[in-house]
């Protein structure tokens, strides 16, 4: 699992990198077509014009992408820690005779996901100010 997260996040920081790229790829090719004289100031104008025109769209695909990365692997933990913990009690619960049903531990892993998403709702609060 640990290295499932660690794999996850170096690829969730690598994102918005890749997503400014995606959205650049256009001018870039558009620049390295340029011949002739000025050829720098007319590469640097591709880029900037480009870059200002769609840093708005840029911005928002580069958040959606790297917001959707972390909410998979948000998702794939908690399903892999509720399954590991119901592995545990039932293993727990085997030692003592007639003590093999599990609680129902709904209400509580729902109480726990909904405070999980009040502290990512104030998280991002605070990035964003």
Same mark, same amino acid.
């Given at each position: ?17 890749? #997503? ?9 090719? /558009?620049? #390295?077509?340029?011949?002739? #004289?000025?050829?720098?100031? /007319? %590469? ?8 200002? @025109? ?11 992408? @790297?917001?959707?990365e972390?909410?998979? %692997? ?8 509720? @399954?590991?913990?119901?592995k ?8 003592w ?10 209400? /509580?892993?729902?109480? %726990?996901?909904?405070? #999980? ?13």
């Amino acid at each position: 699992m640990e290295n499932y997260i660690i794999e996850k996040k170096k690829s969730i920081y690598r994102s918005p990198a890749k #997503s400014v790229q995606h959205y650049m790829k256009p001018a870039y090719e /558009e620049a #390295s077509q340029k011949k002739g #004289s000025k050829l720098q100031k /007319e %590469m640097k104008r591709i880029l900037t014009t480009h870059l200002e @025109t769609h840093k708005s769209a840029m911005f928002t695909y580069a958040v959606g992408k @790297t917001m959707k990365e972390f909410n998979e %692997m948000k998702a794939h933990v908690e399903r892999k820690l509720e @399954t590991e913990l119901r592995k545990a009690l039932k293993l727990g619960l085997a030692q003592w005779p007639g003590h093999t049903i599990l609680p129902d531990f709904t209400e /509580e892993l729902k109480d %726990m996901i909904e405070k #999980s998403n009040e502290i990512d709702s104030i998280r991002m609060g605070l990035e964003c100010d």
